[in-house]
């Protein structure tokens, strides 16, 4: 079953090729901004002054290899004690209640993310990295919220 998933994502990268969109900022701040699919929200933050008070802000679509690397990238940095997930949801991935469970609860046993309803929440990383994750920061529930000026409040 995984190589039938896997072997269909390649086939959507060739097919909808989408670029990875990091933004990064002030590498002093303890802020991380997730704007889940919303590149337009993306590209207003990344351009605005906000970045001087954000570390790295960037977008998540996938509930299983996206939220892999984000949890990786966000351990590495010490520096980052909280992230905002906001903007629109993942049609069909639901990725934002995804990151939000995971952050919640956890994995379990199998490296399913605990009380999530997206199709394949199934991580890669460690149970002590999720913990750690978990640990590290404060996570600011804004799924959905795609106006700027009500984002600023949690920054």
């Known amino acids: 079953m995984n190589s039938l998933l896997d072997l269909a994502g390649e086939i959507c990268k060739l097919v909808f090729p989408i670029r990875e969109e990091i933004f990064l900022g002030n590498n002093e701040s303890s ?24 570390a790295i802000s960037g977008r998540l679509l996938s509930e299983n290899k996206g939220i892999d690397e984000l949890v990786r990238n966000i351990i590495k940095n010490h520096n980052i004690r909280t992230l905002i997930v906001c903007g629109k949801e993942v ?16 994995i379990d046993g199998n490296s399913r993310i605990t009380n999530s309803y997206s199709p394949s929440p199934f991580l890669t990383v460690s149970k002590e990295d999720v913990e750690k994750f978990q ?8 799924v959905g919220e795609t106006r700027l000026d009500r984002i600023i409040c949690e920054i």
């Open 31 to 54: 802020v991380a901004v997730c704007t889940l699919s919303s590149m337009d929200l993306l590209k207003e933050i990344s351009s605005s002054d906000l970045m001087k008070k954000i």
């Open 135 to 142: 640990k590290q920061l404060t996570l600011v529930d804004r």
């Open 91 to 106: 049609s069909g991935h639901k990725t934002g209640h995804a990151l939000v469970s995971l952050y919640k609860y956890g």
